[in-house]
């Protein structure tokens, strides 16, 4: 049997611009590897650039496509978000998401494989809320479930955008989802351990950090007094308004994402050794939802030397 090979793209709303421009330089450098891939796993972002390439769309044109009609989705901002309202509206999402592929694609009609993290509020077979990996391995459950909801319902970040049929992105779930494209290349696809490769395309590793006294915090204010002025709220798990250029503005929330995207990396890296790679350049802390830092991080791409990578594809895609 030869190699199995695997390729995954995190969320990160319009940081997604980084991993399409890293894919389109590696695609160049290496035709081979977007028509040998087996699998392609994405959460959020991260998910419509996986069913786009697992339809049959090249990188170019994909990206092109994000650029033109996705970011615009993006440009629009409500007061008070992401801390005290939902901050984008979802419908220019939505619309593009669903000018984008053909409104009969379902999950079954994709020659290769795909896994699509996404949250189920509430699902009613198990009487609460689930994670739900959605996918069209054999057996699947969700064979028919059509490619633009797939999308959408990994997309739904909480307090950026509401949730779509009752899912919440898949960042809930991994934000990296190498761990589950090996679970079911294992157990679905009967493939041992040590013929499975996966190049994991990350969408920035951001210097977050948080190096405060947390004591007394809580989720929404330290002491549990409203304060007379916003400014006064004191630092907490929940919004952190006087965060510095590295801090999180929403602890909690931003600890649950980034965490599992290392998590992800680390336990991967473990189970395949050099047969994995994580291909995630440094970034500054740039806003997932903001457009304008799309020309910074194309060029942090281009600069990205790409020769492991490269070394790495040759080696494991032929």
């Known amino acids: 049997m030869g190699k199995y090979r695997i390729m995954t793209f995190d969320g990160g709303g319009v ?6 421009q890293l894919l389109n330089r590696l695609v160049k450098l290496t035709p081979q590897l977007v028509r040998k891939t087996d699998v392609f796993a994405g959460n959020s972002i991260g998910s419509f650039t996986a069913l786009a390439l697992a339809s049959g769309r090249t990188p170019k044109e994909t990206f092109r496509f994000f650029k033109k009609e996705i970011l615009p989705a993006f440009s629009v901002s409500r ?3 992401p801390v005290f309202n939902q901050q984008l509206p979802f419908s220019g999402f939505i619309k593009a998401i669903r000018e984008f592929f053909p409104d009969d694609l379902r999950l079954k009609d994709l020659k290769p494989k795909v896994v699509i993290p996404s949250f189920h ?3 009613p077979e198990v009487d609460r809320w689930n994670p739900v990996l959605f996918n069209n391995f054999p057996g699947s459950p969700y064979l028919n479930e059509k490619v633009s909801d797939v999308i959408l319902r990994s997309s739904g970040a909480p307090t950026a955008q509401r949730a ?3 899912y919440a992105d ?3 779930v991994a934000t990296n989802p190498c761990t589950a494209c090996i679970s079911f290349a294992v157990g679905k696809a009967c493939v041992p351990l040590d013929k499975i ?3 994991s395309i990350g969408t920035g ?3 977050t950090q948080l190096r405060r006294d947390t004591r007394g915090w809580g989720m929404v204010s330290a002491d549990n007094i409203r304060p007379e002025n916003l400014e006064d709220l004191p630092p907490n798990w929940g919004v952190l308004l006087d965060h510095s250029t590295n801090e999180p503005l929403l602890p909690f929330l931003q600890i649950t994402s980034s965490s599992s995207a290392y998590y992800e990396s680390m336990v991967s890296e473990n189970l395949l050794g050099k047969r994995f790679y994580r291909l995630d350049p440094r970034i500054p802390n740039f806003s997932k939802t903001d457009p304008t830092v799309v020309p910074a991080l194309i060029e942090i791409a281009n600069e990205t030397n790409l020769e492991p990578v490269v070394r790495f594809v040759e080696k494991n895609w032929g």
Do not use: F, M, T
């Open 170 to 172: 898949g960042y809930l």
């Open 121 to 123: 509020l509430y699902d």
């Open 205 to 207: 590793e951001q210097p």
């Open 197 to 199: 490769a996966v190049l």
């Open 79 to 81: 007061p008070g978000g």
């Open 15 to 20: 940081l997604g611009a980084l991993s399409l």
């Open 164 to 166: 779509y049929q009752n």
